[in-house]
């Protein structure tokens, strides 16, 4: 069993010391934690969850057990009534109105079994809770995948539908799953000599044809089409049912995959092509919750040398040079691993494998393959090496132009020395393979040992002098030299489960600022808090004890994180949202997975991606990116923020693509530092 916290409520702190001596000579670790008055219980429940509330022998003039009831009842906190049992009648009466453990304090081995049933139940709650929140996990992106799937695919239970995707709606050219719900599949199929109504009992019986069925599909508009049908057991909440996928057949379909084979493959090498690559490796990361505890990393490598032996070599034989080495590559990698040519030189692949250090050996593996191959041109062999770049795929990935970005600067530096493998760590300087978070994880604990962490206020102007005045607060932990802003710690601590209680340090400190203002104050939540089904309680308990609005708060979260976590982000709003919280979503872009979220939640603000801002005056597909995004949020009512402006001549672009709310460095204010 792991450390629990205990709260004794006595007069007197002699029977919490024996109560401690007590169960620790029973084996069990606890801590104890004393209170004497009902205040006192509420603010140590505001800072600990204890298992246990053991009131010990309360006097009359003491608070009452329905009151200490329903303070353990706010936190779903056990309460039990340390006593010997001297006046039993007066006991009945108090259990009439008020239900709890009653532990007779002569018996001392009572008190011990109860408290590690307590423990045990707690145990058992939180791993239950742990399943739950990953099953939903689960399900949201597995929905997402279904949804956002190319191929036509439907649930079938009983010959009836219970789920139609996207793309099987649009097959049917029918608008919503209303217009197909009470349709069957025997009246929709036409399949020549095929028994359908046999075919749909064997079915049942789990009985799957091992061919595609060719038939014809009847639309609800009375038009037909001819399609392939493909059937596989599957179950829809929690029902079993049958997936059906649909191919459409017709005159064209080998040449139509012809077309697509040339639209995804580089025609030098037979690897994949650029664009085909990032609509590959943006699939995956947008599932890779489902990729279970596998770990995965895009390489981006070049031969060393290649533009100096370009010099060397006429464009027939630099062409047969890359499609040898691109052959070469191949066979460094599984059947699940995707190569491509990205650049002129420049290859990039996604590999899988079971963890980190067995992706580290196929980098390796691949530089030993280049020392050791010689390319032979005509009457010339030649050897060469390469350098390579590594970018690991977390839960935290953004997209794929983010993770060959740092898989490029990661390469940046390794082709300094030439035929090494570098990876890249968000916000530092590029390091050699074998390091990981353990420095900042001791330095983030360290910070909030040391009260190390302090909030810089930034206003956000809106340009037309209207509305809401915005302040958003951003948390910076102190350094001897350098100050960390929140992007180069915030990362790592999420990833090692410290961003939640940084927020817990922050925040109470924070809403005590606010009390006498009047503008709206912006708080990044992590996503460990997202995930923490006490945060929400805890924050309207903040905001209730330092006597803030709901109204003059906006929670902010960043858009991967809702992507990744949609059900506990609608969760956290749901409880917040009825006292008047409103919902920011940073780094916000123009991509689908980013409009999606306005679809799922009330959204009031999105912050553009820095990438959307990047030079802005002279880039017009960011410009165009930046008024998608704003037409957008203008339909589900949300207002847009351009952050980390850093001079006035963006200005005048981002008002004409409808951004009105600015911040950054060009306002030339000092920001209000708020100790924690």
Known sequence: MHSVNILVVDRSPESAENINS??????????????????????????????????????????????????????????????????????????????????NSTREGLLAETVSRLIKRSEAYRTRMQQQQHQEELEHRYNLLLDSSHDAIAYIHEGFHVYSNRAY??????????????????????????????????????????????????????SQFKASLAFSPARFDGEDCIQMMVEKRDAATDLKAEIERLRVMDPLTQLYNRRAFMTRLD?????????????????????????????????????????????????????EDIAARIGDQGFALLIQEADKSKLEKTAHDILQAYRSHIVELGDRAISTSCSIGMAAIDRLALNAGDIISKARDAYAEAVKA???????????????????????????????????????????????????????????????????????????????????????????????TFVESDETQVISVSNNSILDYGFPGWFADQMKENCVEGRHIVLQIDATAAQANLKPAQRLMKELKPLGCQLAISHFDNGRRSSQLLEH????????????????TTDNVCQESIRKVVDEAELHGASVIADEVADTSNLAVLWQCGVKLISGAFLQETSQVIAQ
């Not at 533009?307 to 070599?313: A, F, G, I, Y």
């Not at 968000?426 to 050699?432: D, Y």
């Not at 809106?462 to 809401?468: N, S, V």
């Not at 100050?483 to 922050?506: K, S, T």
Request: aromatic share 6%.
């Open 418 to 512: 030439g035929d090494t493998v570098v990876i890249f760590r968000q916000k530092l300087e590029a390091v050699t393979l074998g390091d990981d978070d353990q420095h900042w994880i001791e330095r983030i604990n360290c910070a909030l040992g040391n009260q190390d962490f302090y909030t810089v206020q930034q206003p956000i102007v809106d340009l037309d002098g209207e509305g809401k005045q915005l302040i958003e607060n951003l948390t910076f932990m102190r350094e001897e030299v350098g100050d960390h802003p929140p992007a180069e710690y915030e990362q790592i601590a999420d990833r090692n489960d410290l961003a939640g209680m940084i927020d817990r340090h922050v925040i109470p400190g924070l809403l005590k």
């Open 601 to 616: 939640l009330d959204v009031s603000y999105v912050k553009l991606h820095p990438k959307l801002t990047e030079n802005l």
């Open 22 to 103: 007590l169960l620790r000579n029973s084996g069990i670790d606890v801590h104890v934690i004393h209170a004497q008055t009902s205040t006192e219980v509420k603010r140590a429940l505001d800072n600990d969850s204890p298992v246990l509330i053991l009131y010990v022998d309360p006097e009359p003039d003491d608070a009452s057990l329905a009151e200490m009831s329903e303070l353990a009842g706010v936190l779903d906190v056990a309460l039990a009534l340390f006593t010997n049992l001297e006046e039993p009648e007066l006991l009945v009466n108090t259990l009439k109105t008020t239900a709890c453990y009653v532990i």
């Open 283 to 335: 699939e995956f990361i947008g599932s890779k919750t489902a990729q279970g505890n596998r770990a995965a990393a895009v390489l981006y490598l070049e031969p060393d040398g290649f533009t100096k032996l370009q010099e060397d070599l006429d464009v027939e034989s630099s062409e047969s040079f890359l499609a040898d080495l691109a052959t070469l590559l191949k066979s460094c990698l599984t059947n």
């Open 169 to 222: 709606l649009e097959a049917l050219q029918v608008k919503d799953e209303s217009e197909i719900t009470g349709l069957s599949l025997l009246e929709m199929l036409k399949a020549g000599d095929i028994n359908l109504k046999k075919l749909f009992k064997g079915l049942a019986k789990g009985q799957f044809p091992d061919k595609a069925l060719e038939v014809d599909v009847l639309r609800p508009d009375g």
